[in-house]
Each structure stands twice: as structure tokens, then as C-alpha cells.
């Protein structure tokens, strides 16, 4: 591939919003062998004030403009879910690879169709689950893989938010819309979660769950709770509520081996806490101030022949399945 050989790769965002203001849009100018030359916007005025604000050379107001750009090599596709498979095909058909937003697309089914896209096409497919390259989710990694806690039994996820204040329900956020957003913040919050298990302890081969909507503040369900299975024989389970009350905000994941604890953040800035019959430790590794920025990199140096990126197509579409699953879908 013509990508394989550049330099830079020359990137083009569809999508400018809020995610890519500092989580990932200024990461392209950072990564050694990477720029960011063109951005989209269906409006085209806070497209180019975007562009400005970064020092973009380009920008659009039409997605397939931007796609067709010669001097666009590849495509960060940075909308809501329930556009990532349409431009997915889109970027595929222009023969350029694709680097999409998490969760990959509103449903296994269609994160399956894009997966074939690409490869039909002949191109990559990365998905933006950038914990895998966070240094505190690869210091749990090392943890484990150095035997810190023995044999791994059971993993525990717990994640609570309390309401959501001041909804209006005739402009509700996208993420608690299930027709933009596959489902409501499960689909937003858990996936980050389920996905870097999956890279931690290996995919998950049987999932089951029960939803709820006990609020009623929006269409998609506000509680999960779920119960799955690794291939390698370690279980699962966790709930994830919406609708707590202030101050019973739970940011936890406990992975528990024959030997000890490793407990820690998904989101939260706390520290991961290691207890064992020896010990207790605790680690507190900071996101970089880009967050995305490790894991863009592990992309451009994939497309520069370099190295390989952690997070594809066909991983991020296990997520999806998992979700599937749990949601009764």
C-alpha cells in the first residue's frame, strides 16, 4: 500500500466535535509521521473555525469531499455510531484505511458488514478504543502477565453515575438516544470496558444480561447488569446504573486471582490498588494530556510499516457481539 511508504500520513477528520478538540485531533500534529491536513463538519462555518482554531489547511462542509481529497492518505471518523458504517464503506471504497470512534457502529451486525468493507477493500480498520495504550491499562496488563495476583478467577465491573441533571427531553444527548447511539450510556461507557478485558484476559465467548429503564428520563435502557465468559475459562460479571443518587458515583473494575486483588478506574483518575497476602500497592499513571495520542501512534506506525496497532476491526467487533449479548439483542 501506497500508505505503507509515506513518510506522513496526511489525515482527514470526519466529524470535528467535541471528542477531537484535545482527546484526539491535536494528537495527529504530534505523532511523529503524522498530520492532520483536512477536517469535515456538515456545518461548514464550525468546520472552518475548527480549522483555524488548529491550523488545519482544509476544511469541508461534505463528507465524500474530504474522502476523495488526493491529499488525504487516511480518515478519522469521529461522528456518533450511527454513522460509522456508512462512512466506513465510503472511506473503504476510496481505498484509503479508516480509524473509527468507539462503539464501532450501532450493532455487531453492521461492525461485521465494515469488517468485510475493509477487507474487500484491502485496507485497515482501527477502532478508538485507546485504553490498550494507556499507561495505567498497561500497567494492569504487566501486573497480571508478571503474576502479581496467580491465576486469574473472576472480574467484577462496577460502574454508577448518578442522574443525569436538568435533561430536556425534547433535546436529549445523543448518547442516551438508541437510534444514533445503539443503546444508551452501557453502549458508550461500557464498551471502553468490556474491550480492554478483552485485550487484558482474551475474548469473551458467552454473554447474557438484563436491561432496565427505571427512570424513565430517556428512551434507552439507564441500568445493565451482565454475566459473561472468557475463552479461557475466567468469569464475568457487572452492573452498570445511571440513576444513582449524588455522591454514589463507582468507577471499578476487580480482577481477582488465586493469589490477590488488582482493583481500578475505567474513567476515574485513582490510582490501581494491588493487594496480596504480602502486600498492598497502589499506582497512580496520568493520561497524557492527549489520550488518544499512544494509540494514534501505534496506528501510524502500522501504516508506516513500523509496528502494529492493538485495536482492529475484527476486535472491536467482539466488543459489539459482547454488547449484543448482554443487552438481548
Known amino acids: 500500500m501506497a500508505e505503507q511508504t509515506r513518510k506522513t500520513i496526511r489525515w482527514g477528520i470526519i466529524g470535528c466535535g467535541n471528542v477531537t478538540e484535545v482527546k484526539s485531533g491535536p494528537a495527529f500534529q504530534k505523532v511523529p509521521h503524522s498530520s492532520l491536513v483536512a477536517v469535515m463538519r456538515r456545518n461548514g462555518e464550525k468546520a472552518q473555525d475548527y480549522a483555524q482554531r488548529h491550523v488545519v489547511p482544509k476544511w469541508y462542509d461534505n463528507a465524500q469531499a474530504l474522502i476523495d481529497d488526493p491529499e488525504v492518505d487516511a480518515v478519522y471518523i469521529a461522528t456518533p455510531p450511527d ?5 466506513t464503506l465510503a472511506v473503504a471504497a476510496a481505498g484509503k484505511p479508516v480509524y473509527v470512534e468507539k462503539p464501532m457502529a450501532l450493532n455487531y451486525a453492521q461492525c461485521q458488514e465494515m469488517v468485510k468493507a475493509c477487507q474487500t477493500a484491502q485496507v485497515p480498520l482501527f477502532v478508538a478504543y485507546y485504553r490498550r495504550r494507556l499507561p495505567s491499562f498497561l500497567k494492569v496488563k ?36 438508541p437510534e444514533i447511539a445503539g443503546g444508551g450510556l452501557f453502549f458508550d461507557l461500557a464498551s471502553h470496558q468490556l474491550d480492554y478485558l478483552d485485550y487484558l484476559l482474551g475474548p469473551i465467548t ?81 493520561p497524557p494530556p492527549h489520550v488518544q495520542q499512544p494509540f494514534i501512534q501505534t496506528i501510524v506506525e502500522e501504516l508506516t510499516g513500523q509496528g502494529k496497532c492493538p485495536s482492529t476491526g475484527e476486535s472491536a467487533a467482539r466488543t459489539a457481539w459482547v454488547m449484543d449479548q448482554i443487552v438481548g439483542r
Open 142 to 177: 504487566e501486573l497480571l502477565e508478571a503474576g502479581t495476583i496467580g491465576e486469574v478467577k473472576l472480574v467484577n465491573i462496577r460502574l454508577f453515575h448518578p442522574v443525569q441533571e436538568n435533561l430536556n427531553p425534547h433535546e436529549l444527548p445523543w448518547r442516551v438516544q
Open 83 to 87: 454513522s460509522h458504517a456508512e462512512y
Open 206 to 286: 458467552a454473554a447474557s444480561g438484563q436491561t432496565e429503564n427505571q427512570a424513565g428520563l430517556y428512551p434507552a435502557e439507564d441500568i445493565v447488569t451482565g454475566q459473561f465468559r472468557f475463552a479461557s475459562g475466567v468469569l464475568g460479571t457487572g452492573i452498570w446504573c445511571f440513576t444513582v443518587a449524588p455522591g454514589q458515583f463507582k468507577d471499578e473494575i476487580d480482577i481477582i486471582g488465586s493469589q490477590g486483588r488488582i482493583t481500578f478506574p475505567s474513567f476515574a483518575l485513582e490510582p490501581i490498588k494491588v493487594e496480596t497476602a504480602q502486600e498492598t500497592e497502589a499506582y497512580f499513571l496520568p
